[in-house]
C-alpha cells in the first residue's frame, strides 16, 4: 500500500541515489517496478522499502532498487544525426594529427547500442578514410549494474538489433549466434571499456575526454542536478572537445561554458 507520505518520501532517497526525479503522479509506476523486490524481501509497503533504504544506503538492496527504476530506453544509431556528426566533423577534426589518440565517453550507456554504434563509426571512418586506426578508446559508463552486464555480454535479440541497424551493419558487425540472437564482432566491441559510474559521483577516476555522449539522461534530473553534471562534463573535457545530448537536452544557463555548434541537422557544443 502507499501513501502520498510514503511516496514522496520513496521519490526523495531515488534522488539522493541517482538523481532521478519522478515527480508527481507516478505512483504506479514505483509500485510495478518494485513489486518483485519487494516480494523477494518480504516488505509490504513502500514505507518499509524507505526505511530500508535509509538504513542501507549503499547496500545491494538500494542498487537493485536503483536499477529497477531507471528506464534503459535506446536504440541503435538513436536520432543519426550525432553519428553523422562524429563521422563527418569531429572524427576528421579530431584526428587530423596523424596518430593522435582519442578518448571519448558513453555517460549513460545503457544496454551498449550508444557506444558500440560510436565503435561502428570509427571502424567505418578509418575504414572509408585510410586514416591509422591510432588509439581510440570509448569508456561506456551507468548507474545500473544489470543493464551494464547486457552492455558487456554484446548479445543482441533480434527484436533488439531490429531497433535502428539496417541489414549490412547488421551482417557487418555482428556474428550470429546458435540460438538465433547477434554478437557485436570482437572489431567493434574490443576499444569499448564498461564501467558503472554514477553521474551524481566523481569523475576523477574516468579521465579526460575529447568527446562526450551524454544523451537522454539528463532530462531525468532537476535543473541544479542537470547544471551539476555539465559542469563536471565540462571539466573532463579536453580544451576544443565536445558534448554532444539528446534531442530534448540543452545546457541552458551555461553558454560561457559551451559554444553551440549547429550542424544542420543538429546541435553539438564545444568545450570553452
Ligand atoms: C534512457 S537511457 C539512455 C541511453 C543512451 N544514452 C541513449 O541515448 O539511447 C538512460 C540511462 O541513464 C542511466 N542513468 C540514470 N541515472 C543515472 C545516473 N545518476 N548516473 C549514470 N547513469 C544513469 C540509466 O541507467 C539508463 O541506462
Keep these: 500500500m502507499q501513501t502520498d507520505l510514503a511516496y514522496d518520501a520513496f521519490c526523495s532517497e531515488l534522488e539522493k541515489l541517482s538523481g532521478i526525479c519522478l515527480g508527481a503522479g507516478k505512483q504506479y509506476l514505483v509500485s510495478s517496478r518494485l513489486r518483485n523486490i519487494m516480494k523477494s524481501h518480504d516488505l509490504a509497503s513502500l514505507s518499509d522499502v524507505v526505511k530500508k533504504l535509509k538504513s542501507e544506503p549503499r547496500g545491494k538492496f538500494a542498487t537493485s532498487v536503483v536499477d529497477a527504476m531507471t528506464t534503459n530506453e535506446t536504440l541503435w544509431f538513436r536520432d543519426s544525426h550525432p553519428y553523422e556528426i562524429l563521422k563527418s566533423k569531429i572524427l576528421p577534426e579530431l584526428l587530423k594529427t596523424p ?35 591510432g588509439n581510440v578508446k570509448i569508456v561506456a559508463t551507468d548507474l545500473s549494474e544489470s543493464i551494464l552486464e547486457e552492455a558487456r555480454n554484446g548479445v543482441y535479440a533480434s527484436l533488439a538489433v531490429g531497433r535502428g541497424l539496417d541489414p549490412q551493419r547488421l551482417k557487418r558487425w555482428f556474428d550470429a549466434t546458435t540460438d538465433g540472437q547477434y554478437k557485436v564482432k570482437p572489431q567493434v566491441a574490443q576499444r569499448v571499456e564498461f564501467r558503472k559510474l554514477n553521474l551524481l559521483e566523481s569523475y576523477a577516476l574516468v579521465g579526460k575526454f575529447e568527446v562526450v555522449f551524454c544523451r537522454n539522461v539528463l532530462i531525468y534530473f532537476t535543473p541544479e542536478v542537470k547544471k551539476q553534471i555539465l559542469l563536471k562534463i565540462h571539466g573532463v573535457l579536453a580544451p576544443g572537445g565536445y558534448l554532444l545530448l539528446g534531442g530534448s537536452e540543452a545546457i541552458s544557463g551555461l553558454s560561457d561554458k559551451f559554444e553551440m555548434v549547429h550542424c544542420r541537422p543538429g546541435i553539438i557544443y564545444k568545450k570553452i
Design 99 to 133: 596518430g593522435r589518440s582519442l578518448r571519448i565517453w558513453s555517460a549513460a550507456c545503457s544496454s551498449g547500442q550508444e557506444p558500440y554504434s560510436i565503435s561502428m563509426i570509427l571502424e567505418e571512418y578509418f575504414q572509408s578514410s585510410l586514416v591509422n586506426k
